[in-house]
């Protein structure tokens, strides 16, 4: 985690231009407005969705190759790059179990010998950052294709240049919808449920009254708040967005789990959805979103063991282990398979919440409407918007920080 901080400024940056973006030019706080006594504070229908995107992608870009896509800034999906997500998606996971699909399709070496690949902003963006990296270089970049560009120099026998596009490619496609979709899933759980909804924010302007939160709340000043991290874990475990299993191959020696023997090369899987949803583990209301089951110390710590898990295929058995130290959330995976981007994902996820929440009133247009979802390799949601409303402490700030950054 510790070198994944060296981000935060960045996000920092980010959010501030996001909410700068969806803040109002004018009118009244939501603190303004509950005093005249409104019951019902709607504010600006904003489309949280696209802007949750945004971030998210233009937080990877500064992580990979230290330039942002400009999606904040423009406050548009430039190239329609995120909107195609669905059909990338439906692509990858048809391409995953019928690799024929792939070789017939953009991985064919046809293709690739009349250089005739699908132009994106995304895509273009990473290979034009590699052409400049290469135009320069002498330039040190403490960034992910920094460090792979370096590699590249200094054992230009174990890699190609090929898969750092490739590497850089599969983190923003990787990383982009896993982050935004959790971040949806958060807010949309959270706005659904208004009690739960009114004790994080509680908690969080509680904090901010006794001056223990940042402008932007930081990572650390997140950890410290038990009813956001209750939250948290409860979006990831309801509404896991990997939503495919992770195929893992039985190791030499063999495998027995649950008294069943699996010979060595076995592919075996466990999708996260069937474990965050066992009554056996999380209770009766196993299929219902409920934070509080996280409060109780030595309950949670306990359910830890099941959203925060290792490998199911370590030799370190029983099947689910407890001790903290060991653990990892299931949807990023374990030991060389971990997901290199788990450490800026929860960077964000605590930052980017803590921030929205203390900042503004938000709600849902029509709250009783269900939250559909398609189940392709990651989950993609449908469009959706909420009011928003800023609070007083941060209507004025934000107003000057539009102001000054001319955004």
Known sequence: MAATMKNEPHIDDALETLIAKISPTSGPSADDLAANGETKIEGKLVDLKSWISFFTYDVLGEAMFSKRFGFLVEGRDIGNSISITFKLALYVTLAAYAQWVHWLFLGSPILRWIDFQPSLHIFDRATDAIKERKANPEMAHADMMGQWMAQLQKHPERMEEKEILCAVLGGLSAGGETISGTLQVFFNMLLRHPE????????????????????????????????????????????PVVSWNLPRDVPRAGLTVAGKFFEPGTVLSVN??????????????????????????????????????VSPFSKTLPFFINS????????????????????????????????????????????????????????????????????????????????????
């Open 196 to 239: 739960h909804y009114r004790r994080l924010t509680d908690e969080l302007l509680e904090a901010q009254a006794k001056g223990k939160l940042s402008k932007i709340v930081t990572y650390a000043e997140a950890q410290t708040l038990p009813f956001l991290q209750a939250c948290l874990k409860e979006a990831i475990r309801i509404y």
């Open 272 to 309: 996260p959805f069937v474990i965050h949803h066992n009554p056996e583990i999380f209770g009766d209301d196993a299929s219902e979103y409920n934070p509080y089951r996280w409060l109780n110390a030595e309950k949670g710590k306990h359910l830890d063991g099941y959203i925060l898990t």
């Open 324 to 407: 903290m130290s060991q653990t990892n959330i299931l949807q990023f995976g374990y030991g060389s398979r971990l997901c290199v981007g788990k450490s800026l994902a929860l960077l964000e996820l605590n930052k980017f919440t803590a921030t929205l929440v203390r900042d503004f009133e938000m709600r849902l247009p029509d709250p009783s409407r269900k939250w559909r979802s398609h189940s392709l390799f990651v989950t993609v949601f449908p469009d959706w918007s909420c009011y928003m409303t800023p609070r007083r402490h941060g209507t004025s700030e934000y107003r000057n920080a539009r102001e000054e950054k001319r955004i």
